[in-house]
């Protein structure tokens, strides 16, 4: 297994797939994650529905892994209730900043390559993206989050990320407060 960092980290980028680039080669063990960085990735960010950033070597240009964020919220409509809504509402804003949704960043994809799995690279990519935002906040984004495929929950709430809503699905909702980034 090859650890990223032995080389030092600043070997390494992550940068935004720009306009007409295709990733010829990727493999994460997901059929659906590699078709998406390799086929369809520049179709979603072209039609303004997310943009994808790929983490590399700078040297080799092998890509690492990627992800694709897209604006999100958090809602009523999240919630198995108005109940609950209201408890998670009340539990992180003030009576004044009582809204009907809150503006978000969905994950959409993450994917490692199957080289460096378990070398830490996921969650380095989650930090930086907690700090993208939570520096870089130019718009109001409050939370990050994901439908996590069910094999992936774990390593989510390993990143302190937490339950929307916990019914059975092939996907789990899960939140991650930017107000917890350092």
Excluded: W
């Excluded at 390494?12 to 990733?23: A, D, H, P, S």
Aim: some cysteine; glycine content about 6%; charged content about 30%.
């Amino acid at each position: 297994m090859t650890n990223f960092l032995e080389s030092g980290f600043n070997d390494y980028e992550v940068r935004k797939l720009q306009k007409g680039e295709t990733i010829k080669s990727f493999d994460c063990g997901d059929e659906d994650l590699n078709d998406f960085i390799m086929n369809r990735a520049e179709g979603y960010n072209k039609a303004m529905l997310s943009v994808t950033y790929v983490f590399e070597h700078k040297m080799s240009g092998k890509i690492i892994g990627y992800f694709s964020l897209a604006n999100d919220r958090i809602s009523i409509d999240n919630f198995d209730s108005n109940n609950t809504f209201n408890r998670f509402r009340r539990h992180l804003f003030k009576n004044e900043k009582r809204l009907k949704s809150y503006p978000a960043v969905k994950i959409c994809r993450l994917g490692i390559a199957n080289d460096f799995h378990g070398c830490g690279v996921g969650s380095m990519l989650l930090d930086f993206i907690k700090s993208y935002y939570k520096r870089g906040n130019n718009a109001g984004c409050r939370f990050l989050t994901v439908d996590a495929y069910l094999n992936a929950v774990s390593f989510y709430e390993r990143n302190k990320f937490q339950y929307l809503q916990k019914d059975e699905k092939r996907t789990k909702l899960l939140y991650y407060d930017l107000n917890e980034a350092i």
